[in-house]
C-alpha cells in the first residue's frame, strides 16, 4: 500500500512474498524486482504469503551526515538504534574506516559434479549425497593459521563471530548472504578466509579458501569463483602450524574438462581509508622500493587513477608526492612529473562529490612538513610560464592555474617551515632571495602574459584574472602585506589594454581585491583606493553607442565604488564626474 507522508513520517503495512510454482494473475504478478535479489525461485515467479495479522512499520526520516550526532541529539527516538554503514563512501571519508564486504552467492554442484583433490585430481561427489541442507562455515584466519577473533559480523546490531554458519539450503539454491569482516589493517596482509560446506547433519565434505591479500595488495573488488576440495585428513590438517588448503590453488581456472568442477561463488567489497587496491597507489606509497628507474612511469600513471582510490588515501598521497619532490629536488623532470599528479588531485578538490577542499585545508596546516617543497613548486610554475603559448605547456599552465590557490597554500606553509629552521641554523639569507627572486619572477611574468596580445592566450589570461585574488592572501606567510598589495597593483595595471568579456572580469577583480581581508589596513586600503579611481576611469562615463557590454562595465564600476563606500574619504569625489556621466 501506498505510504502517507506527513513531515518526514509514514506508515507503511509490509507485503511479504514467497516462491511460487506456477505464474500468478492479478495482485500477487506485481512483485518488485528486488525480490528476485534477495529470495530466489526457481520458477521465477512469487506469490503473496499471508499473514493472520497485517504488519506494519513505522518509518520516520532524518538528515544528518554524523549519524554519532545525530543518535546524541536524538536519544528517545534513536536509543538502542544500531547504524549501518553504507556499502562504499559518500564523498570524501573523514574518518578511519577498514571495512570488508564479502558476499556468498552460491555453491555450484552439480548432479554429476565433483570436488578437486590434490592427490587423485579430482572425486566424484555421488548421487548418495542429497545435498538438500547445504550450510557453509567461515572463517578468517592469519597466515600462520591462527583465526582472527570476533571480526565477523553478519548483521550491523549483531556481535563479531570467529565461525560464522550461514542458514541451510538446498543444492542449486543461493544464499546471497553478505556479511561484512571488521579485520585490523595490522592483520589484513597475509590474512585469509576458509570456508567448510557440510549437507547436515552431516560433517564437512568440502572446503575453499581465498586469501584477502595478494600481490602485495587487497583483492580486487568483483565476483570471484573459488575451488572446492574435497574435505580429509589430508586436504584439513596443519602443516608447520598452517592449514595444508594454503599450497592448494584458490581461484578456479574454468577449462573445457573441469565443466562439472564445483565451486563457490563469491564477491568482495573492499571500504578502507588504510588500504587499496590500486597498485599504482600502493607502489606510490612504497615508492623507495620501486625498481631504479620505474619512479617516472609510476608518476605519470598516477593521473589515470579513480579520485575514489585518491579520496580514501589522500594524506598518504600527498605525503608520498612531498616526499619525492623534496628527494629529487632540483631535478627538472621529477619536480613536472610531481607538480602535474600534485595539480590532478588538487583537481578533485573541486569535485561536488568529494567536498575536499577542509581536508586539504587541514592537511597543509597540519600534516605537511616538507620545506624544501616551497622552491620546488615555484620552479616549477615559473617553467610553465616560460612559454605559455607551446600547447602542452599551456594546457598545463590552465590546470595549474585553477587550483593555484591550494599549491600556494602549500608554498606558504613549507616556505614558514623552511623559515624557521633558516632562523634556528643562523643560515639562509641567500636562500631566501633566491626563493623570493623566483616569486618575483612569477608575478611578473603573470604581467608580461596579460599584456602579449597572442589570441591563443585568451583563456589562459581569464583565468588569472578570475583566480588571482585566491592566491593573495597565501603570499602573507611569505611578505608583508603592503607588497602583497603591490603584486595586485601591478597585475591590474597589466590588464589595461584587455577587451570584451575579459574588462568584466577585471573589474570583478577590484571588486574582490576592495573586499580582500588579507590587506585590510587603512594605509594599504587607502592606496587601494587611490589606484581604483585609475582603473575605472576607462570602463565609466559619458558613451556615445551604449551597448549592453557598456551597461556590464558601469553597473561593474558602481560594485566597486559600494564596496569601497564605507572607507571612502575625500577621494570618494574623483568617482562623482565619471558616475553622473554615466548615469545621464
Known amino acids: 500500500t501506498s505510504p502517507a507522508t506527513l513531515n518526514g513520517e509514514f506508515e507503511q503495512e509490509l507485503i511479504f512474498w514467497e516462491p511460487s510454482m506456477q505464474h500468478s494473475e492479478g495482485p500477487d504478478s506485481s512483485w518488485d ?21 497485517p504488519v506494519k512499520v513505522f518509518v520516520k526520516s532524518f538528515m544528518d551526515t554524523n549519524y554519532d550526532e545525530l543518535i546524541r541529539k536524538t536519544p528517545t527516538l534513536l536509543q538502542n538504534i544500531s547504524p549501518t554503514r553504507k556499502i562504499g563512501f559518500v564523498g570524501a571519508p573523514t574518518k578511519p574506516r577498514s ?11 552439480s548432479r554429476l559434479g565433483y570436488l578437486s583433490h590434490p592427490k587423485t585430481g579430482s572425486v566424484a561427489i555421488g548421487s548418495q549425497q542429497g545435498l538438500a541442507n547445504l550450510q557453509l562455515t567461515l572463517e578468517v584466519r592469519r597466515q600462520n593459521g591462527q583465526r582472527i577473533e570476533n571480526c565477523i559480523y553478519p548483521s550491523c546490531n549483531s556481535q563479531g563471530h570467529t565461525a560464522w554458519r550461514t542458514t541451510a539450503c538446498e543444492r542449486g539454491e543461493p544464499w546471497n548472504l553478505t556479511i561484512r569482516m571488521a579485520i585490523s589493517p595490522d592483520d589484513v596482509p597475509g590474512s585469509h578466509i576458509v570456508m567448510s560446506i557440510a549437507d547436515l547433519p552431516g560433517f564437512p565434505f568440502a572446503l575453499c579458501w581465498m586469501p584477502l591479500w595478494t600481490d602485495g595488495a587487497f583483492i580486487t573488488d568483483g565476483s570471484h569463483c573459488l575451488t572446492l576440495y574435497q574435505y580429509d585428513e589430508y586436504t584439513s590438517s596443519m602443516i608447520s602450524g598452517r592449514g595444508a588448503y594454503l599450497g592448494l590453488p584458490w581461484q578456479h581456472q574454468k577449462r573445457t574438462d573441469n565443466a562439472h568442477l564445483a565451486v563457490l561463488k563469491v564477491q568482495t567489497y573492499l571500504c578502507s581509508t588504510k588500504y587499496s587496491q ?33 579520496v580514501k588515501l589522500l594524506p598518504e598521497v ?36 568529494f567536498k575536499l577542499s577542509p581536508l586539504v585545508d587541514q592537511y597543509a596546516e597540519s600534516r605537511l612538513k616538507y620545506p624544501a617543497a616551497a622552491a620546488c613548486i615555484v620552479r616549477t610554475f615559473n617553467r610553465l610560464l616560460s612559454n605559455p603559448t607551446d600547447p602542452e605547456s599551456s594546457q598545463k599552465l590552465r590546470s595549474s592555474l585553477k587550483v593555484a590557490s591550494h599549491l600556494f597554500k602549500f608554498v606558504g606553509v613549507a616556505w614558514t617551515q623552511q623559515e624557521r629552521l633558516d632562523r634556528e641554523g643562523n643560515r639562509g639569507s641567500r636562500r631566501r632571495n633566491s626563493f623570493m627572486n623566483d616569486i618575483d619572477t612569477f608575478f611578473k611574468s603573470l604581467d608580461r602574459l596579460m599584456t602579449n596580445s597572442n589570441a591563443v592566450l585568451i583563456g589562459t589570461k581569464t583565468l588569472i584574472v578570475q583566480h588571482i585574488h585566491t592566491w593573495l592572501p597565501e ?52 592606496t587601494l583606493r587611490t589606484h581604483t579611481i585609475k582603473w575605472l576611469l576607462p570602463y565609466w562615463g559619458k558613451e556615445e553607442v551604449v551597448t549592453d557590454q557598456w551597461k556590464e562595465q558601469v553597473r561593474l564600476c558602481c560594485s566597486v565604488v559600494a564596496a569601497q563606500l564605507p572607507e571612502l574619504g575625500e577621494e570618494g569625489s574623483e568617482y562623482i564626474p565619471n558616475s553622473t556621466r554615466a548615469s545621464s
Open 33 to 53: 524486482q528486488m525480490v528476485k535479489e534477495v529470495l530466489s525461485s526457481n520458477s521465477g515467479e512469487y506469490k503473496h504469503y499471508a499473514f493472520p495479522n
Open 99 to 109: 571495512d570488508i564486504y564479502f558476499t556468498l552467492t552460491e555453491a555450484v554442484i
Open 278 to 310: 590500486d597498485p599504482t597507489i600502493l607502489g606510490l606509497l612504497k615508492w623507495k622500493n620501486q625498481p631504479l628507474g620505474s619512479l617516472p612511469g609510476l608518476l605519470r600513471r598516477l593521473t589515470f587513477v579513480p579520485e575514489i582510490e585518491i
Open 318 to 353: 600527498f605525503d608520498a608526492l612531498f616526499d619525492i619532490l623534496v628527494d629529487s629536488a632540483g631535478s627538472e623532470e621529477f619536480e613536472h612529473l610531481v607538480f602535474d599528479d600534485l595539480v590532478y588531485v588538487l583537481q578533485i578538490v573541486y569535485d561536488r562529490r
Open 475 to 526: 603570499l602573507l606567510a611569505i611578505m608583508p602585506p603592503s607588497d602583497v598589495l603591490q603584486i595586485a597593483i601591478n597585475f591590474v595595471d597589466s590588464c589595461r589594454h584587455v577587451k570584451g568579456k575579459l574588462i568584466l572580469y577585471v573589474l570583478i577583480l577590484i571588486i574582490h581585491l576592495s573586499q580582500m581581508d588579507a590587506i585590510n589596513f587603512p594605509e594599504i586600503k587607502r
